[in-house]
């Protein structure tokens, strides 16, 4: 049975870090792409980032707008997790956080729609304080 299992989320004040994990179970996604999304309360989850194989142990990563330059995405595959760490946070980064899995084969383009996503986590909450 695959899961994704997320630790790390919590209260921080603004302008402080967090470190999401995203540990997986079940099967190997390394070769994958991992995403992380987000969903405040009222809204739609929304993507927050992706990594993807270029080669192997090699990744890129892509982000939002909103999270450029203060996000990180990285992979231990030893480990079999992935890391969303998250600096420089806002009150409008408050939210339910969840890391995605997908096996399908999809054009990069397509990274940031939920619906190529197959394996979700339970989705930690981040909340930030001003």
């Known amino acids: 049975q695959v899961q994704l299992v997320e630790s790390g989320g919590g209260l921080v004040q603004a302008g402080g870090s967090l470190r999401l994990s995203c540990a997986t179970s079940?099967?190997?996604?390394?070769?994958?792409?991992m995403g992380w999304f987000r969903q405040a309360p009222g809204k739609e989850r929304e993507f927050v980032g992706v990594s993807w194989s270029r080669s192997w142990s090699a990744y890129s990563t892509a982000y939002a707008d909103s999270v450029k330059g203060r996000f990180t995405i990285s992979r231990d595959n030893a480990k079999n997790t992935v890391y969303l760490q998250m600096n420089s946070l806002k009150p409008e980064d408050t939210g339910v956080y969840y890391c995605?899995?997908?096996?399908?084969?999809?054009?990069?383009?397509?990274?940031?729609?939920?619906?190529?996503?197959?394996?979700w986590g339970q989705g930690p909450q981040v909340t930030v304080s001003s």
């Open positions: 995605a899995a997908t096996t399908g084969y999809y054009s990069r383009n397509d990274y940031d729609r939920r619906e190529i996503y197959d394996y």
């Open positions: 079940g099967r190997t996604f390394n070769g994958y792409p």
